[in-house]
């Protein structure tokens, strides 16, 4: 597989300076969507800027602690994507992976304690023998979960053991982000779904949009921090 990537040709959600050098990382196969996904090298570098060149953020990945959601990543062709929590904790800087009003993807500083949780979108749900159920989240995770919970609804986690915290319902008056569609980036208030189509409230004003779009991050107020200063 090529290790690098046309500029020209990346992924338009990548922030990037596309008259620059030609070829840019390209991420390794990841759980995230190669469209909603950036490599931990390009991140390190061109957003973070916390080294010069790539040979350099090789050493620093190597040398240092870099934490996706609690685990150490050493590969710079690494792939996080959205909601993913990245650590330096020598540095005592903590992000979390958004998408701004544009639906391009951003880091997002936030605080440690914030960098404790991780909310995560359940895409899909397994019954396996003795009755158990296994779910699968929108970050590539898998879990054995007890109560009962619907494909589309949310997870709160605690990080880096994964434990369970609360289930984020997908239901009317819940806080949604909006992951993809030409209002990516947004978050706004649900107020009805009808089967594959759904209706926000942003600013007052009521949006269609497609309900895999969704992404339910709290009730009133959103569960984790998704904006400055605001969780």
């Known amino acids: 597989m090529k290790n690098h990537l046309k500029r020209l040709a ?9 008259k620059g050098a030609p070829f840019i990382v390209r991420p390794n196969p990841g759980a995230h969507s190669f469209y909603l996904g950036l490599p931990l ?8 800027q916390k080294a010069r060149t790539m040979t350099e953020i090789k050493k620093l990945l190597q040398q240092n602690e870099v934490l996706v959601d609690g685990k150490r990543r050493k590969d710079h062709q690494f792939l996080v994507g959205l909601f993913d929590v990245i650590a330096l904790p020598l540095l005592k800087e903590y992000y979390r992976i958004m998408l701004d009003q544009k639906g391009r993807i951003t880091p997002l500083q936030i605080s440690e304690k914030d960098a404790e949780k991780k909310i995560c979108k359940v895409v899909g749900k397994k019954t396996l023998p003795r009755g158990k159920v ?5 970050d590539g995770k898998t ?3 007890e ?6 609804d949310s997870i709160l986690f605690r990080l880096p053991s994964l434990e369970p915290q609360e289930i984020v319902p997908l239901q009317p ?13 947004d978050i706004g208030t649900l ?10 409230i942003l600013d007052g004003k009521e949006v269609d949009t497609a309900t895999a779009y969704l992404f339910a991050i709290g009730s009133k107020e959103a569960k984790i921090q998704v904006s400055m200063g605001k969780s």
């Open 10 to 18: 990346a992924p338009r959600t990548w922030q990037i300076d596309r």
């Open 191 to 200: 107020k009805d779904i009808r089967g594959k189509e759904a209706v926000y």
């Open 173 to 185: 008056g819940a806080l949604v982000f909006l992951s993809q569609g030409k209002h990516s980036g």
């Open 134 to 138: 296994q779910l699968q989240f929108h």
């Open 41 to 48: 090298g390009v991140l390190l570098r061109d957003f973070l």
């Open 147 to 152: 109560k009962p919970v619907r494909v589309g």
């Open 143 to 145: 879990i054995l979960f």
